[in-house]
């Protein structure tokens, strides 16, 4: 059954299977490794050269982007923001030196991501930094987390552009 499922979503040849966009739901990941289908997520930046953080070999913890690769040095600030530095980070925008100094402080790279480092060294993607609601009560809520949470939910229905139900 899952030979002809991976067929159905064209990924039965498929070796390696990477996710390096927008988070993905643990639910969507889980239900892919469950057919057999190892999808790995990882993490980086063009301001930083591309890939910073993958899931190497089997070491694969959904909800995380894995754990960086050798040349990054990485922290997470005091307001839970991921800041990389390693040789590649670009040197600015053109002709933007607001933005470059915005994004770049004492040889830090502001990813503009809010992140969580497990016990296992692996780094988790919060959400954007400029998309977090805060409560009048004073809590950060990450939008991402309810859509996610709303992207599995058996209560909504999904429709394609032609009015058909997925």
């Not at 988070?23 to 990941?29: A, D, I, N, Q, T």
């Not at 950060?140 to 999904?158: G, R």
């Amino acid at each position: 059954m899952f030979r002809s499922l991976q067929n159905y979503v064209g990924l039965r040849r498929a070796h390696f299977c990477f996710s390096a966009a927008a988070k993905v739901s643990p639910e969507v990941l889980r239900f892919f490794h469950d057919i057999g289908i190892r999808v790995k997520e990882g993490y980086g930046m063009a301001e930083c050269t591309g890939l910073s953080f993958i899931h190497m070999g089997d070491d694969i913890k959904l909800g995380t982007v894995g754990k960086a690769i050798d040349i990054i040095e990485f922290k997470i600030s005091s307001e839970g923001e991921l800041l990389k530095r390693r040789e590649s980070i670009f040197v600015g925008y053109y002709k933007n030196e607001k933005a470059t100094q915005s994004m770049i402080v004492d040889g830090w790279l502001y990813t503009g991501d809010i992140a969580a480092l497990d016990e296992d060294g692996h780094i988790g993607i919060v959400d954007r930094k400029k998309d977090i609601i805060i409560t009048s009560g004073g809590k950060n809520i990450a939008p991402s987390e309810i859509e996610n949470s709303l992207t599995t939910s058996l209560f909504i229905k999904y429709e394609d552009q032609k009015g058909e139900c997925l």
